[in-house]
């Protein structure tokens, strides 16, 4: 799943990798403060800026954005597990609230691990007992 938006002038991506790893980045736009790192050799490069963007306008938008692609996605595909990363310290706080929300909708066991939300589907047996 990819899904693409626009907020304050920078486009961002909401996009599921084939091992259900959710992953949110700025992928174009005009600013200051997005500043990709272009490989020469692969003309078909999409640069993707996934640190934190100390300038970002309006967080609570993108973040809404992004949530509500997100619980479509968990709803409509149910996969077995997913997960994602918080790759700074300071997304951490934000990004364990997210997780412990997501964890509260769907019927997901939420575990973390060095800043990585993995989330694992209760699975019930042939008695009902999960």
């Not at 980045?25 to 963007?53: C, L, M, N």
Request: aromatic fraction near 16%; glycine fraction near 8%; proline fraction near 5%.
């Amino acid at each position: 799943m990819r899904y693409q938006f626009t907020v304050d002038g920078l486009i961002y991506e909401v996009s599921v990798s084939r091992t259900n790893d959710i992953q949110l980045a700025i992928v174009g736009g005009a600013s200051p403060t997005f500043e990709p790192k272009y490989d020469p050799f692969d003309w078909e490069y999409i640069p993707r800026v996934t640190q934190d963007i100390g300038t970002m306008r309006y967080p609570i938008r993108v973040t809404r954005t992004a949530l509500r692609q997100i619980e479509n996605w968990i709803g409509g595909q149910r996969p077995g597990y997913f997960s994602f990363l918080a790759e700074t310290e300071s997304r951490r706080s934000l990004y364990r609230r997210v997780a412990g929300n997501l964890a509260a909708r769907f019927p997901y066991e939420l575990t973390e691990q060095d800043g990585r939300f993995f989330f694992f589907r209760h699975t019930v047996n042939d008695r009902g007992v999960a």
